[in-house]
């Protein structure tokens, strides 16, 4: 049997096949080196499942990317012709993985943003990762990370081009010899995994966690909210503990890749419950039809 790491490896190479690149509308592979995404990490981006040609949960993803424009003050975007160029690029691969960059544009030395008035928006298109289908099927092994993240409320929730600590996590998740890992940050608070939002059950009581600290909102968290809400299911947003994981009936994890995604052995527990992801799942499918 292969290592879960060999097999998150092995899909991994097969998801970074580009098959598109778009800069400012212009199919293009280069980036100016004064670009200060590139040299500050200055920027954000989104992720996005294309099926069918139609990018899933577009007006999350816009809302999204205008919002972290809006916290970074990152202005002069093109909303309207990125939209175009997101349609367009989903529709010329039904199936696909549709990411979009944005950052401040080229500038000076030095951290002042001043005379950056021409932001760069870059629209990439990938294969689908082999591993999901899979993984939605047959559930993931999660472990618990030692690695701690960081606490800044200025950027919590935004996906910001700075994923160091994404980088340096994935690293134990694949010494781990997991799937995934649960993350922590600095005050003990459970905040996700390496590349999702997290979920749990007890009883009939859904929970998350509270990101107002750290962490990343992801469009598929907010996606499954919205659908709890509609129907009528309790849940809450919290700051959660590996203790209340521990003790969880259910745990699924989500991104808008993966979407919903079922737990199957947490920190060696074998999960035998997926009553409400397997629900979620289908809710979900069924509202991308």
């Not at 079922?262 to 039809?289: C, H, K």
Request: with cysteine; hydrophobic share 45%.
């Amino acid at each position: 049997m292969k290592k879960p790491d060999t097999l998150w490896h092995q899909a991994f190479l097969l998801s970074v096949i580009t098959l598109l690149h778009l800069i400012n509308g212009v199919a293009s592979s280069q980036i100016d080196v004064n670009d200060r995404g590139l040299q500050y990490g200055d920027g954000f981006f989104t992720t996005m499942l294309v099926t069918d040609g139609h990018a899933q949960w577009w007006d999350h993803h816009l809302a999204r990317l205008q919002t972290s424009a809006q916290r970074l003050y990152i202005s002069g975007i093109d909303w309207h012709r990125l939209e175009r160029d997101v349609f367009a690029t989903a529709s010329a691969q039904p199936s696909s993985v549709i990411k979009v960059v944005i950052t401040r544009g080229s500038g000076g030395r030095g951290y002042s943003p001043q005379g950056c008035n021409l932001p760069s928006v870059i629209v990439s298109q990938f294969a689908v990762p082999a591993h999901v289908d899979a993984w939605q099927q047959n559930g993931i092994s999660l472990g618990v990370a030692k690695f701690k993240l960081g606490v800044s409320p200025a950027l919590a929730g935004l996906k910001t081009l700075n994923r160091l600590e994404q980088v340096l996590g994935r690293q134990e998740v694949l010494a781990l010899g997991v799937d995934d890992a649960v993350f922590c940050n600095v005050n003990g608070d459970v905040i996700e995994t390496n590349a999702a939002n997290i979920f749990w059950r007890k009883d009939e009581l859904v929970y998350t966690c509270d990101l107002c600290g750290s962490g990343v909102a992801g469009v598929m968290s907010q996606v499954v909210l919205d659908t709890l809400s509609a129907e009528n299911i309790p849940f809450n947003v919290v700051k959660g503990t590996l203790d209340a994981l521990r003790s969880a009936d259910e745990i699924w994890i989500t991104n808008s890749v993966q979407q919903v995604v079922p737990v199957r052995l947490f920190d060696g527990r074998v999960m035998q419950d997926f009553a409400f992801s397997r629900r979620l799942q289908a809710i979900i499918m069924e509202g991308n039809r």
